[in-house]
């Protein structure tokens, strides 16, 4: 660090700063800007749509990973766009439990759709997850209508 001071109190002192903030620059130009994306197979993609479905697709995998490294869950959300994926993430999550010697409670498990009519969700053995309207999740009320109604009466009423 010395070095660095006594380069910016140096004859080419103006030199130096401009160095540093040309580095600076290109440090955070590297973490915002992307440069080249590249397909599966290591090929560089030019084509926008390309582009745009690579991403999906990388976004999709991490989103759908199981943790690797769990150490303590209280309140672990799911979230899946039809019922056969939220069966899935909750069979690997449990999975993912099981490796670890660890299972969930059932019993204060709970699902919320905003679907009509979806067919119960269950675990691994084959027990039924209750299916609710309306649940807690980490502080803030979530309804199968998607309105803030129920936090807003909720609210009111603890006031």
């Known amino acids: 660090m010395d070095c660095l001071y006594e380069k910016l109190e140096g004859p080419d002192a103006d030199k130096h700063v ?7 620059h290109r440090a955070t130009m590297d973490i915002a800007e992307v440069r080249c994306v590249k397909d599966g197979d290591g090929t560089t993609l030019f084509n926008p749509s390309s582009v745009r479905e690579r991403w999906n697709t990388v976004t999709q995998q991490l989103l759908e990973e199981p943790p690797f490294s769990l150490l303590y ?14 069966q899935r993430k909750v069979q690997m999550g449990q999975d993912t439990l099981a490796k670890a010697s660890l299972k969930p409670n059932v019993k204060k ?20 997850i209750l299916q609710v ?27």
């Open 18 to 24: 401009f160095r540093l903030a040309r580095a600076r």
């Open 73 to 86: 869950a209280e309140d672990i959300a799911l979230l899946a766009d039809t019922r056969n994926q939220l």
């Open 109 to 128: 498990t709970e699902f919320l759709s905003t679907g009509r009519d979806v067919e119960p969700i269950t675990d691994v053995n084959g027990v039924a």
């Open 133 to 159: 309207n309306k649940f807690r999740y980490l502080g803030n009320i979530l309804s199968e209508d998607g309105s803030v109604d129920m936090a807003v009466q909720e609210t009111i009423t603890s006031a």
